[in-house]
């Protein structure tokens, strides 16, 4: 990817470009759905990941060609209006900094991808940090992993319109090589968790995309906080089984659901939390499995595919456990297994899931990656000289 959008760069522009930078996308071990409800989640940066190759502008205009789609996005910082598919979001980032007092710089650039879109592997989030850290290239503004991942869903609220939590940008800024992080996503507190070099995570691409995904999404963010009305606190984080289980007789039976999957997954996550750091892979991949089951009944984000996909990896010989990841209806499952088996465990996954859906999967065996940064930088002067002029 970084020699693909220098040449891509070269080819458009003539010249070579300043900067590289690149955000990964993440997988989400456990802890899933409660990053909108203040609580706890655990994933990790994967090696794979946005790549931009960049230069300054004058002019404030943003010119950025993507690679994986025919239309570039082409705008002035001036005159900022909503746009369709990919640019929204570069438009988002660019509007959010302005929002909050920054003055982005101008600039040309191209995109290039290995995060599949759609996948449930937080493709936008990526986008939206290596975005963030181009304007920063060409810009004046501190660079602050954590501020940086709330603008990102600031953009996404305020522009995108989708409810995110804060999750997927948290771990594409901060994520370390070789650990998972565990985020509180009320205080934005972090703890790196190494992982085992005994295990393996692999992602579990089912090969459909995820569908209704932004509407059923924002109706579970709605539900939760009617729950959290309900039990009168800022968010399902403040309750535990303890109470839901004396007080949710009262609630309707659909959001009742819907909480006691938030409130029993903070605790799992918690308790899979303890479990990576004393080396513990047989009980966190239960806790793994016990996800999957709160996801595919109580909180109804799961699918058909999920659910086999799911099902087979945890059928297969040293596989500790599976779950889906990600929003849900569609997308990608993660399972968690002994190192030594994983060729065999890729090659009787994909079979099984072949002939019993009759969908080529895609399967990535993953490490744990680094999260955004700058890859390098030719021409700083070039950088200083732009500033100075505007």
């Known amino acids: 990817m970084h020699q693909l959008v220098i040449e891509e760069f070269q080819n458009r522009f003539g010249a070579s470009p300043t900067h590289i930078v690149r955000a990964p996308g993440r997988v989400n071990l456990i802890g899933e759905?409660?990053?909108?409800?203040?609580?706890?989640?655990?994933?990790?940066?994967?090696?794979?990941?946005?790549?931009?190759?960049?230069?300054p502008r004058p002019d404030r205009r943003v010119l950025l060609h993507s690679l994986d789609?025919?239309?570039?996005?082409?705008?002035?910082?001036?005159?900022?209006?909503?746009?369709?598919?990919?640019?929204?979001?570069?438009?988002?980032?660019?509007?959010?900094?302005?929002?909050?007092?920054?003055t982005p710089g101008g600039w040309e650039g191209t995109l290039a991808s290995d995060v599949p879109?759609?996948?449930g592997l937080s493709s936008s989030a990526a986008l939206e940090l290596a975005l963030l850290?181009?304007?920063?290239?060409?810009?004046?503004?501190?660079?602050?992993?954590?501020?940086?991942?709330q603008l990102a869903q600031q953009a996404d609220h305020g522009w995108v319109g989708i409810q995110s939590g804060i999750m997927d940008q948290m771990i594409s800024a901060l994520g370390m090589a070789n650990h998972a992080l565990l985020i509180d996503c009320r205080s934005l507190d972090v703890e790196l968790v190494p992982l085992p070099d005994a295990i393996r995570v692999i992602i579990l691409n089912t090969a459909t995309r995820r569908g209704l995904v932004d509407s059923a999404y924002n109706e579970r963010v709605a539900q939760c906080r009617i729950a959290a009305n309900f039990f009168g606190v800022p968010a399902l984080r403040d309750v535990s089984l303890a109470v839901f289980n004396t007080k949710a007789e009262n609630l309707d039976k659909i959001i009742r659901r819907r909480a006691?999957?938030?409130?029993?997954?903070?605790?799992?996550?918690?308790?899979a939390t303890s479990a990576l750091r004393r080396g513990d892979a047989k009980t966190f991949g239960e806790l793994m499995n016990a996800s999957h089951e709160s996801l595919r009944g109580d909180y109804e984000v799961s699918s058909h595919e999920l659910n086999t996909m799911v099902q087979i990896a945890r059928q297969q010989a040293g596989c500790y456990g599976a779950r889906m990841t990600g929003a849900g209806f569609g997308g990608c499952a993660v399972a968690l297994i002994e190192a030594v088996v994983t060729e065999d465990f890729v090659k009787s996954v994909e079979a099984a899931y072949t002939q019993e859906t009759g969908l080529q999967p895609n399967i990535y065996i993953c490490q744990a990656g680094d999260g955004e940064k700058v890859v390098s930088a030719s021409q700083t002067s070039e950088v200083s000289k732009l500033r100075k002029s505007e």
């Open 33 to 55: 759905h409660t990053d909108y409800n203040d609580g706890f989640v655990l994933p990790m940066a994967i090696d794979r990941a946005i790549w931009i190759a960049l230069r």
């Open 69 to 102: 789609f025919a239309e570039p996005t082409d705008f002035s910082l001036d005159n900022l209006t909503h746009a369709h598919g990919w640019s929204e979001y570069v438009r988002g980032i660019a509007w959010i900094l302005q929002q909050q007092g920054f």
């Open 117 to 119: 879109v759609g996948a």
């Open 133 to 149: 850290r181009a304007f920063w290239t060409v810009s004046d503004f501190e660079w602050d992993g954590a501020r940086m991942a």
């Open 260 to 271: 006691r999957h938030v409130i029993s997954e903070n605790e799992r996550t918690l308790q």
